[in-house]
């Protein structure tokens, strides 16, 4: 089983995957790609987070700003939602429901769905940024698997 390292190379390896496969019908901008890869970096450490590590302590940090900076622009709705989903880890036990493909392409759904009631206008760039945080987190329980 990789560490969050070998981890965060499968999702950047994932992430220049998808990208290419996307380049064909859509270019986005480097800042845009960069954020896509932050999202994939995410989702490759995302089914960890049910267990003490570093990939867990990196995902609670990024976590812990995007709260932040809900609470600053008084999305109550969004902050609700983050908020349940950092404390789910403490109910589950580790390789349980955050290892399932079916729970993280539900989370991502709902946060696509979510955006769309909230927001339409952005949300494009909400599916695609979900669609590497899917990819990475494959990456994630591809690796445990084969290694």
């Known amino acids: 089983m990789p560490g969050y390292k070998g981890h965060l ?3 950047a ?3 220049a995957c998808l990208i290419l496969l ?3 019908s859509y270019k986005p901008s480097f800042v845009d790609a960069l954020h896509f890869f932050g999202c994939a970096l995410l989702g490759a450490l995302f089914p960890d987070i049910d267990i003490k590590s570093r990939g867990q302590a990196i995902f609670y940090r990024v976590l812990t700003l995007l709260l932040l900076l809900l609470l600053i622009k008084r999305e109550r709705t969004l902050y609700i939602c983050l908020s349940f989903v950092m404390i789910l880890p403490l ?3 580790h390789r349980g429901l955050f290892h399932r493909m079916w729970f993280i ?5 709902g946060s696509v769905g979510l955006c769309a ?3 339409y206008s952005h949300m494009q760039y909400v599916f695609l940024c979900n669609l590497f945080f899917v990819t990475g987190a494959a990456s994630h329980l591809l690796l445990d698997r084969v290694m």
Request: glycine fraction near 10%; charged fraction near 15%.
């Open 9 to 11: 190379v499968g999702g």
């Open 13 to 15: 390896v994932a992430f």
């Open 22 to 24: 996307l380049k064909v």
């Open 91 to 93: 109910l589950v036990r």
């Open 105 to 109: 392409i539900l989370l991502a759904a």
């Open 117 to 119: 009631y909230l927001d």
